[in-house]
């Protein structure tokens, strides 16, 4: 909101005077004081100068001089008197004596005042007013809309509505009429672009904004520099940043002096991305040079801005000496005339500090004022459903550091009233921060996006079971359990309620399809994202900008759509109904150097809490290496691995079935290849692998005909050549001799088509996937790190207008019917780590698509192998056995025919089963199903013929 102001000029309409001697006095002593920025004494003779023009019964003359008191009040940080100026103009109707344009700059100017006070809503409800008397009114300058516009676009940035801030920030930019006012507007996409993570389109605007500076506003281009190296740190860009950052760091230099406030931000910016990289040397002292400008600066005016972001720097670098001189220093700012956000920043700031130093009373003192700023109404901790981001976030994080104290102070003083107390904290939390409010962000934002709110998830995960061992209650361990669901899958599930709605209320089914396509369009571009073809960021821009009024109409015609996607809420008792009594699922948890582990049976669940080391982190990586490279090692890693996750004394001897539910790393790993009392746990246990708690189920039900398709588009070099001549590092793949093979086996027990060499192409694929229920692909996959939904499944030359290259994106977009969809190419299964989202890969876009159960890879499989498996696989789904225990027994099957050299984990173990349906995890066989109408059908007629021999029997 403070940005509001920035780059706008104050000008003090002239006024045509009929009046007293007096009278002029007063205004010409307000023009002199405006001229030379005393804003307090200039409004004080525009007040007074107003109050002779009201007793003369002026009102034209009142009008004026009372608009320009509270332009003076708006520049003096006096906000809530400049709001009681414009008020006053608008409640008495006078504005009507004034023309359209001062009447619609009442309210523009209003909303200013209203939101440096912290009134958001107020101050986006009379923005809007302006906005809709600008456009109703013919006269209204072209500058003056352009003002409102970049005011709207500003603050429904601030709220959050980040669809309508780019849809009026673009509206600004249609408007500007000069060089600054353009790259003003190019700066705010920028922004907002940034905020909702789409990287490549923020770094697209930002550099239009930078050219134009450069060639027209030299003085700003340090400006759009920091955000460029802003944009740069949060993509985890470090090197590029801190270019980027000593660039601007040197233009300020020349433009402004070494001591300036910008220099300061810079340098923080430029500390916080050595930091991030672990240069821990370079971060001190780039810090140091930070913090020995303090005392070259006057930050008095500034204070409310600045200072929070040099505290927050200061304590995570755990300078607490300067930390206690800057809220000293900081306190002094602190008025009647301060804002909510800014009081709430302060007593949070405080509240840190008192809390790391152990003063846990006086925390808790500055974090429930930090609270009651943002929600005056102290008598109550209701969260404030409808308060924007910029509010909730430092609103949330209040709650969390108050809920950890008020945990320290029930272990100090036993004191019930703390653990009540903290309890609710903990609810309303779980209601607020697990729901996700973030209803536009894109996948590939995903992971910077919802880091923030891991964060918060983490510190609640922590404080959560900091209260359950507090209270060891099985109602504290279903909230753990909420928590660490809501770590995951947060894009997918909404791309899995927008695939499974195939209308929205008030929303025509074209625009939905439209929609879906605008969203592959856009990923299909950023694949191939080159920042130097200005023609490919206009189109980027183009098609984001209609997919953005698209998400505003669904949001306008139906508000409850976004909320219902994360509706529903699994707790630990649905868990503990759907499991058998011989089955168990476990939920692995990372979070500040500790995993936890929740182990769900039939009837009960227990948490475990590991402490996580650099150490144990390195088992996990070589134990994922062993396994690719066949290592002799593995074995011995593994002990170590399973020591780690304290295996032993998670009470699993008598399971059977065991559903994995890991994150980072530990979902690289199939559980089956640790080895227990000198056997693998496969001889012992069946594995499945989850996503997420939530049962993505379809709604469309398989095909009763179990219909089969295959894929084995390379069993030739040739194929390949043909294929991908124009592309070397694809040509080099190599042929799968043996992927036709291994097809052409399972079509021997399976009846359905299968597709071979220059016939399995993509238009093929789209042809018949949608009526398949068994789907086998024995083909290249190519993965990008960098954007997975980018990765893809590799098909022959294509004649039907298909590249031949299945994306991940495109798959998220389909419908599929499937039962099965086996991945049987290299690392199916493997992606990248989001926050928030999990591990996201091919085998993932299946899952969102409707598939049921997806075989994936973690590693590259050898060819020979892989067919060996795949055939006796599908021969035992045939023989009715359920496809996880098929699965296994295929492997054991494997194991058992081959010798000691082909029985390393690396040859057998690399496929997995991965499901999120409910419903269907207990697969009863047709045979089981068979043997139980028989038994029913015997018992029946046993009965009836000895009734007939005997009636009375009965009784």
């Not at 930090?370 to 008598?379: E, G, L, Q, R, W």
């Not at 990372?590 to 669940?605: C, E, G, R, T």
């Not at 390393?904 to 995890?921: E, I, K, R």
Request: charged residues 20%.
């Amino acid at each position: 909101m403070r940005k509001f102001l920035l780059g706008l000029l104050l000008i003090i309409p002239a006024t045509e005077l009929a009046a007293s001697d007096s009278t002029r006095l007063l205004h010409d002593k307000a023009i002199h004081f405006s001229e030379i920025l005393n804003w307090d004494s200039a409004s004080f003779y525009y007040s007074k100068s107003a109050a002779a023009f009201f007793k003369k019964n002026d009102t034209s003359g009142f009008v004026n001089e009372k608009y320009n008191e509270g332009l003076c009040l708006l520049s003096a940080r006096r906000y809530s008197e400049s709001e009681k100026a414009f008020k006053r103009i608008l409640e008495g109707l006078y504005y009507k004596l004034t023309s359209h344009e001062k009447e619609v700059n009442l309210y523009h100017k209003l909303s200013f005042a209203q939101g440096f006070q912290g009134h958001f809503f107020d101050a986006y409800q009379t923005q809007a007013k302006a906005y809709q008397l600008s456009l109703f009114y013919d006269d209204v300058s072209r500058d003056l809309k352009s003002q409102i516009v970049d005011a709207q676009a500003s603050i429904t940035r601030t709220l959050g509505f980040y669809d309508e801030a780019l849809k009026f920030a673009n509206e600004s930019l249609e408007l500007s009429t000069d060089s600054l006012a353009k790259s003003h507007a190019y700066n705010k996409i920028g922004l907002i672009q940034k905020r909702l993570a789409n990287y490549g389109s923020s770094f697209a605007y930002f550099l239009k904004c930078y050219e134009l500076r450069k060639k027209y506003n030299p003085e700003w281009v340090p400006y759009v520099i920091n955000n460029i190296g802003e944009l740069l740190i949060d993509s985890h860009s470090y090197d590029s940043a801190t270019l980027w950052l000593d660039k601007g760091l040197s233009i300020s230099n020349s433009l402004f002096g070494p001591a300036s406030q910008l220099n300061l931000i810079i340098l923080l910016n430029k500390a916080r991305a050595f930091q991030l990289s672990n240069q821990k040397q370079k971060a001190n002292k780039t810090l140091n040079e930070a913090f020995d400008l303090l005392p070259q600066l006057d930050l008095k005016n500034q204070a409310p801005s600045v200072y929070p972001k040099i505290i927050a720097t200061a304590l995570d670098f755990e300078r607490y000496d300067l930390v206690k001189k800057l809220l000293n220093d900081l306190q002094k700012h602190v008025n009647k005339n301060s804002s909510n956000d800014f009081i709430a920043k302060f007593h949070n700031s405080y509240g840190k500090y008192y809390a790391i130093q152990g003063l846990y009373d006086s925390a808790l003192w500055n974090y429930n004022l930090s609270i009651n700023a943002f929600k005056p109404d102290s008598t109550s901790n209701q969260f404030i459903d409808d308060a924007p981001i910029t509010q909730i976030l430092p609103y949330q994080e209040a709650l969390l550091r108050r809920l950890e104290v008020l945990n320290k102070l029930y272990i100090q003083t036993k004191n019930s009233q703390y653990l009540k107390m903290a309890t609710v904290d903990q609810d309303y939390l779980l209601k607020h921060i697990v729901s996700n409010k973030y209803e536009h962000i894109s996948l590939t934002g995903a992971s910077a996006f919802f880091e923030e709110k891991n964060e918060f998830l983490d510190l609640l995960l922590a404080a959560s079971t900091e209260l359950h061992n507090i209270n060891p209650d099985q109602n504290y361990l279903n909230k753990i359990s909420q928590i660490m669901e809501a770590k995951r899958m947060n894009t997918f599930k909404k791309e899995f309620a927008y695939n499974q709605h195939n209308s929205i209320s008030g929303v025509p089914d074209s625009i939905m399809i439209r929609r879906r396509n605008l969203q592959v369009r856009i990923n299909e571009l950023q694949a191939n994202y080159n920042v130097s073809s200005s023609d490919e960021k206009d189109k980027i821009l183009t098609l984001q900008r209609e997919l953005e009024e698209i998400h505003l109409l669904i949001k306008e015609k139906n508000k409850n759509f976004y909320q219902s996607i994360h509706s529903q809420n699994i707790t630990l008792s649905d868990i503990e109904s759907k499991l058998d009594s011989n089955e168990a699922l476990i939920q692995f948890s990372f979070s500040n150097n500790q995993l936890f582990i929740l182990v769900s049976k039939n009837k009960d669940s227990k948490l475990t809490v590991v402490y996580w080391d650099d150490e144990k982190e390195k088992n996990i990586n070589d134990l994922i290496e062993s396994l690719r490279n066949s290592n002799s090692e593995m074995q011995t890693i593994s002990n170590s691995v399973l020591q780690d996750l304290n295996w032993n004394k998670l009470n699993l001897d008598s399971v059977k079935k065991i559903q994995i539910l890991a994150e980072d790393k530990l979902s690289l790993i199939p559980f089956e290849v640790f080895v227990l009392n000198g056997e693998y746990l496969i001889n012992k246990h069946e594995f499945v692998y989850r996503t997420s708690l939530i049962d993505f189920e379809n709604n469309i039900t398989g095909s009763d005909n179990h219909n089969f398709i295959g894929f084995a588009p390379f069993n030739n070099q040739s194929i390949i050549n043909a294929s991908f001549n124009n592309n070397p590092s694809r040509k080099s793949l190599g042929a799968l001799p043996a992927s036709a093979l291994e097809v052409e086996k399972i079509q021997e027990v399976w009846s359905g088509n299968i597709f071979l060499g220059s016939s399995a192409t993509e238009s093929a694929f789209k042809k018949y996937a949608a009526s398949a229920d068994m789907i086998h692909f024995a083909t290249h996959a190519v993965l990008d790190n960098n954007n997975p939904l980018n990765s893809t499944i590799m098909f022959s030359k294509d004649e039907e207008g298909e590249d031949g290259l299945l994306h991940t994106y495109e798959i998220l977009q389909m419908k599929l019917n499937a039962r099965l969809v086996t991945l049987s190419a290299c690392n199916t299964g493997v992606g990248k780590f989001y926050k928030g989202e999990g591990m996201v890969s091919l085998a993932t876009g299946f899952n969102i698509a409707g598939v049921d159960y997806i075989i994936m890879s973690l590693w590259p499989v050898p060819d020979k192998t892989t067919s060996d498996i795949m055939r006796d696989f599908y021969q035992l789904i045939k023989e009715d056995l359920p496809i996880t225990e098929a699965l296994r027994k295929a492997k054991l099957n494997y194991l058992q025919t081959h010798d000691s050299n082909l029985s390393h984990p690396y040859y057998w173990a690399g496929f997995v089963v991965t499901t999120d349906n409910w419903s269907d995890h207990k697969e009863t066989s047709k045979l089981t199903l068979y043997v139980i109408i028989l038994i029913s059908l015997t018992i029946l007629f046993s009965g009836f013929f000895i009734y007939r021999k005997n009636p009375k029997i009965l009784n």
